[in-house]
């Protein structure tokens, strides 16, 4: 028996379809760079879907921004200093939006010696804080300013 072996390939029905127009399938040298095309991704390149991205946000970086509400007036007294920020803060990329995850614990110094200390510092809305040494009682008061002020200035990495 004469049996011819067939050659076969993945695109067997192309070379042997007259009708089926020639594709030119080589790489060509793009001449000029703004011929080509780059997609506008708000994170990596490599996500241009922007379906899911994560990335820390360095707690220097996030205390540097607090630094911007030395200054604030709150009650009869100034913040003076932004003693410490600790904890994590992420940045995410979903479904074609920027969002901040964050979980902080964060001290302010006030100029007549006292603090105030956030034990809980959230995304989600949790504001956990205590009063130490503040005799100001306005201070109290004019809390939800301090809340506003620092959830500005730790989601500016969101933009």
Known sequence: ????????????????????PKIDCQP???EDPSQVQQP??????????????EK???MNDIKNSLENIIGMKIGQTKISAVESV?????????RGKKRMGYH?????????????????FTDDGDRDYKLENV????????IEDLHDRTKQYVEVFKN
């Open 28 to 30: 060509k040298k793009v």
């Open 135 to 142: 005799t100001d009682e306005t201070v109290q008061h004019q």
């Open 86 to 94: 600790e904890g994590e803060a992420h940045l995410y990329l979903s």
């Open 104 to 120: 902080l614990k964060i001290t302010y110094a006030l100029e007549d010696d006292g603090q105030i200390k956030y034990t809980d």
């Open 40 to 53: 506008q991704t708000l994170g990596s390149q490599w996500n241009v879907s922007g379906t899911w991205e």
């Open 56 to 58: 820390k946000v360095p």
């Open 1 to 20: 028996m004469d049996n011819p072996k067939k050659e076969h390939s993945y695109t067997y029905w192309v070379k042997h379809d007259p009708n089926h």
